[in-house]
Nanobody, 120 residues
Framework: QVQLEESGGGLVQAGGSLRLSCTAS????????MGWYRQAPGKQRELVAS???????NYGDPVKGRFTISRDNAKNMVNLQMNSLKAEVAAVYYC??????????????WGQGTQVSVPS
């Protein structure tokens, strides 16, 4: 089994910053990529940012230049630094990881989600 534990969500004023962290644990052979998605009420889940084992990153257009994703491979951890927050970023943020549980089997795993609120 694999678990993704998220932390760092909460309420922050517009213009402020927030840092989300996620740690993967359990039966992990090799992590391919980790990332963050978000889902606001009435909207589809969308990519925020992802990072692969080599450090290559991919950002959703709305957050480019304001959010930074980083990864600690030794700790199976991914972080998301969110700066200059606006009300429209409010959503439930989900950690995601694509990983191998053995040399042949891989799958996508999700955390429970953490709420980010930015009062307008």
């Amino acid at each position: 089994q694999v678990q993704l534990e998220e932390s760092g969500g909460g309420l922050v004023q517009a213009g402020g910053s927030l840092r989300l962290s996620c740690t993967a644990s359990g039966t992990i052979f090799r992590i391919i990529a980790m990332g963050w998605y978000r889902q606001a009420p009435g909207k589809q889940r969308e990519l925020v940012a992802s990072i692969n084992a080599g450090g290559g990153t991919n950002y959703g257009d709305p957050v480019k230049g304001r959010f930074t994703i980083s990864r600690d491979n030794a700790k199976n951890m991914v972080n998301l630094q969110m700066n200059s927050l606006k009300a429209e970023v409010a959503a439930v943020y989900y950690c995601s990881s694509q990983l191998y549980t053995n040399y042949a089997a891989w799958d996508d795993y999700w955390g429970q989600g953490t709420q980010v609120s930015v009062p307008s």
